[in-house]
T-cell receptor
């Protein structure tokens, strides 16, 4: 993929509610990996969730789940029961042969949690 | 296990100088990747080292170089600094080569300011 697009520069959600962050990418490959990383204000990047494209089942990690639509090249992140600690920048990233096996990052979405 | 450490955390240099940044990966991790993060360009892959060998390189000029030692510690060097090199430089370690094949663990970053 040459591009990973996160169309929402900023999102806000009320504490305890659900929010969905969107990510689209461009590729002609059938086998690749997709990631959501979180970068809290302290700056240390943390892996949230990882999806292997050949697996049809959507990845989940506790309150975090993805909606992976391979044909549409869409990879959205759903955060349920939002908590104050979820406030961060969220980056979507792609890894595959057409990215020369380098992580290609989206521009990020800033998530604000309202108490 | 101790996390990924980067030194120094902050650095101020002037144009034309050179700088060396250091990264110590998680114990047992042999892969170290470097990323540049700027407000304008976002996150960009610099290079990856695995077992002292550069495995992959991003699209950066030759002024950016790196190396990895036998204990997996890595250094990144930027020569002839330019104003545009001001950025947060992130280091990430992994147990396997290839940023997409396994979780990467990030350090806190080195904030480089070029005056």
């Amino acid at each position: 993929a040459q591009t990973v697009t996160q169309s929402q520069p900023e999102m806000s959600v009320q504490e305890a509610e659900t929010v969905t962050l969107s990510c689209t990418y461009d590729t002609s490959e059938s086998d690749y990996y997709l990631f959501w990383y979180k970068q809290p204000p302290s700056r240390q990047m943390i892996l949230v969730i990882r999806q292997e494209a050949y697996k049809q089942q959507n990845a989940t990690e506790n309150r975090f789940s993805v909606n992976f639509q391979k044909a549409a090249k869409s990879f959205s992140l759903k955060i349920s029961d939002s908590q104050l600690g979820d406030a961060a920048m969220y980056f979507c990233a792609y890894f595959g042969m057409d990215s020369n096996y380098q992580l290609i990052w989206g521009a990020g979405t800033k998530l604000i949690i309202k108490p | 296990k101790a996390g990924v450490t980067q030194t120094p955390r902050y650095l101020i240099k002037t144009r034309g100088q050179q700088v060396t940044l250091s990264c110590s990966p998680i114990s047992g991790h042999r892969s170290v990747s470097w990323y540049q993060q700027t407000p304008g360009q976002g996150l960009q892959f610099l290079f990856e080292y695995f077992s002292e060998t550069q495995r992959n390189k991003g699209n950066f000029p030759g002024r950016f170089s790196g190396r990895q030692f036998s204990n997996s510690r890595s250094e990144m060097n930027v020569s002839t600094l330019e104003l545009g090199d001001s950025a947060l430089y992130l280091c990430a370690s992994s147990s396997v080569a290839g940023a997409g094949y396994n979780e990467q663990f990030f350090g806190p970053g080195t904030r480089l300011t070029v005056l």
